[in-house]
């Protein structure tokens, strides 16, 4: 099946916009409910979790303040390492704060525990995951995904945040791209 005005084949959708915005507002009510009386600080990590970040903030029920965090990759490195460049650095001040990392997707973990080393370096409260999309069976290291919306494997994905060459993160619903491009 053809989106985009024919530019992408995907074939299937993979979660709905219901099924998504359901899942969402489940997150909201958990982490209201564990972060109350608390100052919590929620920082996506873009682009990728722009749509996530967004409909998530809007479940919780807090006074919250938000901040977005930015990476790149390094050729030939960041693949097998998890170290990227920063391209925009958060700025709040998280010392002493109840931070929560929200992400798209988590598939071998290296990206994400090269972020929470550099926001242990602020010297928050506690650092938490929030994350769209988790692949359990890639991870290569512990890292604390408190929240997930759903588990995944391997497969090519597409919508909410996901982009195959920047183009289809726009779509409203997630969907299994017909090849990786």
Request: proline content about 3%; overall charge negative.
């Amino acid at each position: 099946m053809k989106v985009l005005d024919g530019t992408v084949d995907i074939t299937k959708k993979v979660y709905d916009e219901e099924v998504i915005a359901a899942r969402v507002k489940e997150l909201g009510a958990r982490i209201t409910a564990d972060y109350k009386g608390k100052e919590l600080i929620v920082i996506g990590v873009i682009k990728g979790s722009v749509y996530f970040f967004s409909d998530l903030t809007r479940a919780i029920d807090l006074p919250i303040k938000i901040d977005m965090i930015g990476f790149g990759n390094i050729p030939d490195t960041t693949s097998r390492t998890g170290v990227v460049k920063i391209t925009k650095d958060i700025d709040i001040d998280i010392s002493g704060k109840h931070v929560l990392v929200v992400e798209d997707v988590i598939r071998t973990g290296l990206t994400t525990a090269y972020l929470i080393q550099n926001l242990e370096a602020k010297c928050p409260a506690d650092i938490e995951i929030a994350t769209m999309l988790l692949n359990p069976d890639r991870l290569l290291m512990t890292i604390p995904v408190k929240y997930y919306g759903f588990e995944i494997s391997d497969s090519w994905l597409l919508g909410y945040g996901l982009d195959s060459n920047e183009v289809g993160r726009n779509l409203p619903f997630i969907a299994q791209l017909e090849k990786k491009s």
